[in-house]
């Protein structure tokens, strides 16, 4: 990117429905508001900005290409219909060189990756956001049953299911160098950028660990935006830097 008295549970109900009536009037993303949008989303969010990031890369034989990115999009998105905080367009400049023997894989040179993701949060942060969370999209076993579940769920019509058993989903472990590490050990364990079993996904599966991950985001949303220390440690670190 986990979750009594009759008349006052009344009265909490309606103004929940308001508040969320009044949250989707404002448009989460950032490319829908308005110049005159801005300041009423600046205090929505609590100066809360969403950066999620994915990258576009081969997902198995039967996995879209942007996976990652289809998944922090739609975190993000069902997320803030829950807790409001300003979503930042796709964002899917990445290092993947692994990949890049692979068709449909986007690889940026690491040096022009980090400078561009400074950059961006800086403009982020230039326009008034003080509180950026980064969504992580990795999980565990790539294009395998978990990824492909929570694809099932939330974009069926892109998975080929047909094709997940095309190619092998297994660590090959063509090389083995205890206790080193090399840049291609992913390449040596897995060469059809697959792993796992994606044949054995479920969108049931992928309903429960996506409501999971919303929910956890949700609460990260509500803490990032409830808190004033962090941001007041950061200015104290940077002014001193400036001594």
């Known amino acids: 990117m986990r979750k009594t008295r009759a008349l006052p549970c009344l009265a909490v109900a309606l103004a929940g429905l308001t508040s969320v009536a009044a949250a989707q009037d404002l448009p989460a993303r950032w490319d829908e508001l308005t110049a005159?949008?801005?300041?009423?989303a600046m205090e929505r969010s609590a100066a809360t900005c969403i950066l999620p990031i994915g990258i576009l890369e081969k997902h198995g034989p039967h996995a879209p290409i942007g996976s990652d990115l289809i998944h922090v999009r739609e975190w993000s998105a069902r997320a803030t219909k829950r807790e409001y905080a300003v979503v930042f367009p796709d964002y899917f400049y990445g290092q993947i060189y692994e990949a890049r023997h692979q068709p449909g894989t986007f690889a940026l040179p690491p040096p022009l990756v980090l400078?561009?993701?400074?950059?961006?949060?800086?403009?982020?942060?230039?326009?008034?956001f003080k509180k950026l969370r980064k969504s992580d999209p990795a999980g565990d076993?790539?294009?395998g049953e978990r990824e492909t579940s929570t694809l099932l769920y939330l974009r069926p019509d892109l998975v080929q299911m047909g094709r997940a058993t095309q190619e092998w989903g297994a660590n090959q472990k063509r090389l083995v160098l205890p206790d080193l590490y090399t840049a291609i050990w992913w390449y040596?364990?897995?060469?059809?950028?697959?792993?796992?079993?994606g044949d054995k996904a479920t969108a049931e599966l992928g309903r429960v660990l996506t409501e999971s991950r919303i929910d956890a985001l949700v609460r990260a949303l509500k803490t990032v935006k409830a808190?004033?220390?962090?941001p007041a440690l950061q200015k104290e670190f940077v002014d001193r830097v400036k001594e």
């Open 36 to 40: 005159g949008d801005w300041p009423k």
């Open 115 to 128: 400078e561009l993701l400074q950059a961006t949060c800086d403009e982020i942060g230039r326009n008034g």
């Open 141 to 143: 076993s790539h294009a």
């Open 188 to 197: 040596a364990g897995y060469p059809n950028h697959y792993a796992g079993e």
């Open 227 to 230: 808190d004033a220390s962090a």
